[in-house]
Nanobody, 119 residues
Framework: QVQLVESGGGLVQPGGSLRLSCVAS????????MSWYRQAPGKERELVAG????????NYADSVKGRFTISRDNAKNTLYLQMNSLKPEDTAVYYC????????????WGQGTQVTVSS
């Protein structure tokens, strides 16, 4: 049974930091591209950051470059998102995504964790 379980969300003041984690099980984590997405109320889900299967390549949305860092530990089947200098516009539900690009392709989602940036 595939599971992606996010944690680490919460309420933080502007300028603060949070570290999200996503623990994966039920599939070969090290062969999947992993990403963080977010969805704010009334908006579409958007890509925040992605990381290649071995961790050697990362990409970020322009809105989070220089503030967020995505990483992974394949030995622990865990994905991370370090979020610094948080802004109110970062408020959203953050989702972990696992994607296998080779056939048969697969696409898995976590249940999401709420991040609220407010004073």
């Amino acid at each position: 049974q595939v599971q992606l379980v996010e944690s680490g969300g919460g309420l933080v003041q502007p300028g603060g930091s949070l570290r999200l984690s996503c623990v994966a099980s039920g599939f070969t984590f090290s062969t999947y591209v992993m990403s963080w997405y977010r969805q704010a109320p009334g908006k579409e889900r958007e890509l925040v950051a992605g990381i290649s299967s071995a961790g050697g390549f990362t990409n970020y949305a322009d809105s989070v470059k220089g503030r967020f860092t995505i990483s992974r530990d394949n030995a622990k089947n865990t994905l991370y998102l370090q979020m610094n200098s948080l802004k109110p516009e970062d408020t959203a539900v953050y989702y972990c995504n696992a994607r296998r690009l080779s056939e048969p392709t697969r696409d898995y989602w976590g249940q999401g964790t709420q991040v609220t940036v407010s004073s």
